[in-house]
């Protein structure tokens, strides 16, 4: 048991989640031999491809180093171009995708270069091997299932056998299998005898080598490698025998080589060892199927019901989705919030306002007194806890860390030397943009309700489909809601919450009653609450204008004059801050809530707080002789959504005639300005779905210079020097070129430079916008012309050395075709009598995969008729095919490139021009540095304000054991809990619970009488 959790324990440290999978499998199953298999492969493989020593192998190198510098060019580029998905998987399985699609047109580049013959691996053979066994035990494993399941439906085997198998494993084994077979022929050959052969050395004692007296000649045999494999592959991989001594096989197998010391005379009917090494296999796989399905449930779960469970609630994880993809070219939901806010800005705004029907829908009493939109039951408590936050609904592991911390009974923190004890709010105010990226059911519902749900369940008996008509709806034994003691919230919407007119806003949150075990009694979009100790907090909806409309005006200018005293303390809670927005844009805005702030509060309005800006940043006034309406500024946005820069907001400095200065910032200015270094080094690692705008764009911008046919002055130059100049010489020659002659090219370059223009940001003058375009699009212009140049260059390299563009289409199956009698020889016409069942079927298979990794003389072939008889010559569907095989192999050489480029000019940008803010981070996709902020208002009137904050978010959680073992009564509250949240990080030390810090603690005074007229604004009665 020891050496079990030790050796767990060192996988987990090493983080080797690859390896972790292969050695200990997520679930109890006795019968691994697919993985079992794999690993067998994996140690075949080091053990020959090590088999020569060092300076054998130095000896096989080739000395040319134009095909060395190919081979690093092309493997970087394919490295590049894989890299985002190398340890995980992408859903949708575009990772999957890469994998096979990388690995498929890889191989059919790299057997058609020369080296690796070179080094004794002919990938050729190699490939047609593979792809002809792996046809092979394709259509015999289903052959063999399909008897099976009859056996089974006639009952002839066990009912327990009637699960069906899974295509993918079918494929998986298969795909192993062939590989272990190449493995073994690329080593040892298919010879079958070796005739004159000492017959003392088929009785040898191999494992001689434990003997004292051996062991210094198992010590040579194992400095001299390529021996010790010989005899490897002559005595544990010896042939089977002779297929006389299998009469009934004879007809059934396929032979070895002849192989002989001297002349051989005769011919071989020895079975081919690649044959019996296949058969075993495939005898292997039926064996351990038919036990499997046989022996059922004992077998599959050697463990008891009891310990399965137990087992099965550990591999526990909660289904959280990923940041939102915002460069992606793929996603609907992209196009959708496109679509929608076209929508909103065009047809609702102006024209139809939601605001307006919220306000005609309700009951205005005399004195302002709403029920609908003022809330005065928490005004009577001694003292309060209340906790903000605002853009969460993005990734599930950051919104469920702030939720997670929301959710406890206390925080407990130290600072300065001593223990600080934060209980929960009483209170939780949301500042809009609930779910990204556009408002719909799946949105609100994956990306903002569950996470708080896991955080605090809402109570048993609550429907997640019930639609609350009259709200409050306070629960059973709760006469009103001033009696209800457990933690509420109220929301206001965001800009994305208005992308759909406010219909899921309303849905969602106005006709819901919780959110997780947090109450919701908001029936409207904006409401006033009253706190204790004169406090208020104005919720308001700015909609997408960035201010309040007259009805919203006319309600909380009724509620300052009528209930808002003259020593009470306002908090105005909006989604955009206005001061940094209006400042960065250079732009008033929200007119209508200074003239309520300036002319009705008069220097009662003590903050103001905000979202929309995922950072945390603080502004408190400056002492001065003239009236401060608003004391301090705060925005906090880290409440899930990715991470927004600091240092681009470092010199707001005034905001409506008053002084402030950046009392705190977080991140700080210096890791903001660090962080945005991440776009040039993980811009495609983040968005690896841009690869679908960026491939097809660079195709477009030099579709017109395929092919390039005068490039014999590149390859004749002797010095690197002449080479840069005349490949720099033709980059230029052919962007002239497609400015003279090309259209499709010239129009897409037109294009892209209008997008790029009008791309930068209008902060910027207009000659600056024209000049940062310009050098924008001519950074990827370049790009692709030496792109499309180096593409050229490989494969004139390949055509002048008789490499591609010399036999056509179906190379690969019409060269198999000429050695496969030779190596596999087939004198009972096994062969024959398989494509004559199969009604060719079986040939077929084999010579259109084959012709798959033909792409590379495909192309090549094409190029040279066109080169010769022009583009005239080809014909409609030959100018599809060429250009297809050419896009191929472009997109995996640009799309790494046009990222790069794209990624520098974000960073550029953000960090030199200070542009491009919302642009450059949300390309990061950060789920880090997340934040909320808790007000306390004190016995004596002054609210007390933490910011807590957590660096850096779990990836992985697991399931809390202490919640799973806390009794859960269905009458009883979730927040009555010791341990409300269901998930708890997979490595303690990185839980949100060990790792909040505090980041800011103010304090704001209560108002005085001092405060009262301060402003020297004036209300028109």
């Not at 002797?718 to 003279?740: D, K, P």
């Not at 699009?777 to 593409?791: C, D, E, F, K, R």
């Not at 995996?892 to 960090?911: A, E, H, Q, R």
């Not at 808790?934 to 054991?961: C, M, N, Q, Y």
Request: glycine share 6%; charged share 20%; with cysteine.
């Amino acid at each position: 048991m020891g050496s079990d959790k030790q050796s767990v324990g060192l996988l987990e440290t090493l983080k080797m989640e690859r390896v972790r999978t292969i050695f200990t499998p997520a679930y109890p199953y006795p019968h691994e031999h697919s993985r079992h298999a794999i690993i067998a492969v994996v140690i075949g493989c080091l053990f020959f491809i090590s088999s020569d020593n060092i300076h054998t192998l130095v000896e096989k190198l080739d000395n040319n180093i134009k095909w060395w510098s190919m081979y690093g060019c092309l493997l970087g580029f394919f490295y590049f171009f894989s890299s985002p998905f190398i340890g995980k998987t992408i859903k949708p399985s575009y990772s999957n995708f890469s994998r096979w699609y990388i690995a498929w047109i890889l191989v059919a580049a790299v057997y058609h270069l020369p080296s690796f013959q070179s080094m004794g691996v002919d990938m050729r053979m190699n490939l047609s091997m593979f792809l002809t066994i792996f046809v092979s035990s394709i259509l015999f494993l289903i052959v063999f299932h399909i008897i099976f399941y009859g056996l089974w439906y006639i009952g002839l085997v066990s009912r327990v056998a009637g699960k069906r198998p899974e295509i993918l494993t079918i494929l998986q084994n298969c795909a192993v299998l062939s590989i272990a077979c190449c493995v073994f022929y690329s080593h040892c050959g298919n010879r079958a005898i070796l005739r004159e052969r000492p017959l003392e050395r088929k009785n040898s004692n191999w494992f001689a080598f434990w003997k004292k007296q051996e062991r210094n000649t198992w010590l040579a045999k194992f400095l001299r490698m390529n021996e010790l494999k010989d005899q490897v592959c002559s005595s544990w991989f010896a042939p089977v025998g002779s297929a006389s001594d299998y009469p009934l096989l004879s007809k059934w197998v396929i032979y070895g080589e002849l192989a002989c010391n001297g002349s051989c005379v005769g011919s071989s009917d020895g079975i081919s060892p690649i044959y019996s090494l296949w058969a075993t296999f495939i005898g292997l796989y039926i064996a351990n199927y038919v036990v499997e399905r046989s022996t059922g449930w004992a077998l599959t779960h050697p463990v008891s019901v009891k310990e399965y469970e137990k087992f099965k609630k550990k591999q526990m994880k909660p289904d959280f989705l990923d940041m939102v993809p915002w460069y992606s070219g793929t996603s609907a939901d992209l196009f959708k919030t496109v679509f929608d806010l076209l929508v909103s800005v065009t047809v609702f705004l102006g024209r139809f306002d939601m605001r307006m029907m919220q306000a005609a829908m309700s009951k205005v009493q005399d004195g302002g007194e709403q029920g609908d939109l003022l809330y005065d039951h928490l005004s009577e408590k001694d003292e309060m806890w209340f906790d903000f936050m605002a853009d969460t609904g993005d990734g599930g592991n950051s919104s469920y860390a702030v939720a997670r911390l929301l959710a406890q009974p206390s925080i407990r923190l130290t600072r300065n030397d001593s223990v600080v004890t934060l209980p929960r709010g009483n209170l939780l105010l949301i500042g809009g943009d609930l779910a990204y990226p556009n408002p719909s059911a799946f949105t609100y519902e994956r990306r903002f309700f569950r996470p708080f749900e896991y955080a605090l369940q809402p109570p048993l008996w609550y429907k997640p489909e019930h639609v609350a008509v009259n709200k409050p709806e306070v629960p059973c034994g709760v006469s009103e809601l001033k009696q209800y003691d457990g933690p509420q919230c109220f929301v206001i919407p965001g800009n994305h919450d208005w992308f759909d007119g406010l219909n899921t806003f309303i849905r969602y949150i106005c006709h819901k009653s919780w959110l997780g075990g947090w109450f919701m009694p908001q029936k409207k979009s904006y409401f006033a609450l009253q706190l204790p100790k004169r406090w208020w907090v104005f919720g308001l909806d700015l909609a997408l204008l960035g201010d309040i409309d007259v009805y919203q005006f006319k309600f909380f200018s009724e509620v300052v004059k009528n209930k808002v005293g003259d020593e009470d303390s306002v908090i105005i809670m909006t989604h955009e801050p206005g001061w940094l927005i209006d400042w960065f844009w250079d732009d008033v805005s929200g007119k209508n809530i200074s003239h309520l702030i300036s002319d009705y509060l008069k220097g009662r309005c003590k903050l103001r707080m905000a979202g929309d800006l995922h950072h945390y940043m603080r502004h408190s006034s400056v002492k001065s002789d003239g009236p401060v309406h608003v004391p301090h500024l705060l925005v906090n946005g880290c409440g899930g959504a990715f991470l927004h820069p600091t240092h681009v907001f470092s010199k707001f400095k005034k905001f409506q005639g008053v002084s402030y200065e950046c009392k705190a910032a977080y991140p700080s200015y210096v890791d903001s300005s660090r962080i945005a270094l991440g776009n040039i080094l993980k811009f495609r690692k983040k968005n690896w779905q841009f690869d679908f705008i960026g491939g097809i764009i660079y195709f477009i911008l030099v579709f017109s210079m395929f092919p390039q046919c005068k490039l014999d002055h590149i390859l004749q130059e002797r010095s690197f020097s002449g080479h840069l100049r005349s490949f720099i010489g033709t980059v230029w020659s052919a962007f002239i070129y497609m400015l003279e002659h090309s259209y499709v090219s010239l129009a897409g370059a037109l294009l892209l430079l209008i997008v790029a223009i009008t791309f930068v940001p209008p902060k910027v003058s207009r000659k600056k916008r024209v000049i940062i375009g310009v050098l924008h699009v001519s950074a990827h212009l370049a790009s692709a012309l030496i792109l499309m140049l180096l593409l050229e260059l490989g494969v004139e390299t390949c055509v002048q050395h008789k490499l591609l563009a010399t036999s056509g289409y179906h190379t690969l199956y019409q060269w198999y075709r000429t050695v496969e009698s030779e190596h596999f020889p087939d004198p009972t016409g096994l062969r024959a009598r398989i494509e004559q069942w199969t009604h060719g079927l079986y040939p077929a298979c084999i010579k259109y995969l084959m012709s798959a990794f033909d792409i590379p003389e495909v192309m090549a072939v094409t190029r040279s008729n066109l080169c010769k008889n022009g583009i005239d010559s080809l014909s409609r569907a030959g100018a599809y095919v060429y250009y297809a095989s050419v896009f191929l192999y472009f997109w995996v050489f640009s799309t790494p490139v046009v990222s790069l480029v794209f990624g520098s000019y974000l960073y550029i940008c953000i960090n030199w021009l200070h542009i491009h803010f919302d642009e450059a981070f949300s390309s990061l996709r950060i789920a880090n540095y997340k934040a909320f902020t808790r007000f306390h208002i004190k016995s004596d009137g002054d609210l007390e304000v933490f910011t807590l904050a957590v660096d850096k978010v779990p990836k992985e959680w697991k399931l809390d054991p202490d919640w799973e073992a806390e009794s859960k009564e269905p009458w009883q509250f979730s927040h009555l809990n010791k341990f409300p949240s269901k998930w708890s990080a997979a490595a303690t030390h990185q839980d949100p619970l060990h790792t909040v810090r505090i980041v800011d603690q103010f304090v704001i005074q209560r108002t005085d009488k001092s405060d009262i007229g301060s402003s020297n604004g004036s209300v028109n009665q």
